[in-house]
């Protein structure tokens, strides 16, 4: 099931993610399940959909897929040297050649990839107004730390007072700013980015970083959230298919993005291949109850008894995709004072910084 991805380069896989949305690939899969669908050759539609996209990489990896489909390649062998394509997107299809079902896989490719994307959505829904107001605070406070600080320094230099401590800091760090001027500024958005892809290949790091990430009040509800639908959509849609159960159970590992639930899968899919049922998993894996709610659990297990395992799963998608938007409006609520709270101590703190010598000045004269 992994073997493709473990031949693609980790950096690949890092710049991809990059540099080709999740848009571009959800127009691919769609597109070519409707052009298979409709008799038109493999390669000729990877032609004609390379033509729709924005990202450079990706029209360069589909034309090149189509070259090696028309010289007689596999399309999931090609489209596994590129390294354009998700692994877990991969072995589908390859299991759709072997299976004569290419058609429908490249639709279940497809709806699948809706759902990622509609996921992802609220998700940036629920941190866009967070990240615009962190990233306005950030700019105003660095306009004011590098233009006007400085020159209250100046000022305040001339006076024969003694400053407040608040004062002599917030000084020093807009002349520490001043000072660094753009070089210090690149040097720290080249520290931050350096940081983002350290954290994506250092697995400690990584790990570290997901446990306080899916633990942070609102925030970490909406993630988890997130994936207990994507793992009841998934799964249930590849069990309605035919899948094997353990081979949809490792095809969730390539759509997560969170190292804890890809291990969690890893750990699920040996289980059952092993003998092991979802119950004697689930009681077995206390530590488990934070990725997946003992209710989900119980409902879980209630639908392997009944044997109704692929549709209880799609029910726990469904009904959790709808508990996610209420989620993420309430992530935006509660964040709304709390952001305007931290603006407010910034301006009250300079404010401070700025009368209290003044406050000093009119003492001394008087």
Known sequence: MNSESSKQPLLKHFLNSLFIGNTDRLIVYQNLGLLVRSGVPIDTAL????DEVNSHSMRHGLNKISRDVEEGVPLSLAMAKTGIIPSHVISLIRVGEESGRLEKNLELIALQEEKQHNFQEKIRSALLYPAVIFGATLTIGLAISWFILPRLSQ??????IELPLITKIVIRIGEMISTAGVRGLISILALFALTIFL????????????WIVLRLPGIGAVLRQT?????????????QAGFPIVSSIQALEGITAFSSYRKLYQRLAEAIDSGQSFKVFFNQKRSLRQLIPPPV???????????????????????????LESSTRNVATLLEPLLLVIVWLGVALIAIAVILPIYSLIGSIQ
Not at 155 to 160: D, K
Not at 199 to 210: D, G, M, Y
Not at 307 to 321: M, R
């Open 47 to 50: 032609r004609s959909i390379s």
């Open 155 to 160: 000022t305040f230099s001339g006076m024969r």
């Open 199 to 210: 954290i994506r290949i250092v697995t400690p790091l990584r790990t570290l970083t997901e």
């Open 227 to 239: 994936e207990v639908a994507r793992f009841g959509f998934v799964l249930g849609t590849l069990l």
């Open 297 to 323: 659990q119980q409902i879980i297990i209630a639908g392997e008894n009944s044997g109704q395992l692929a549709s209880v799963l799609e029910s726990i998608g469904t009904t959790t995709e709808r508990r």
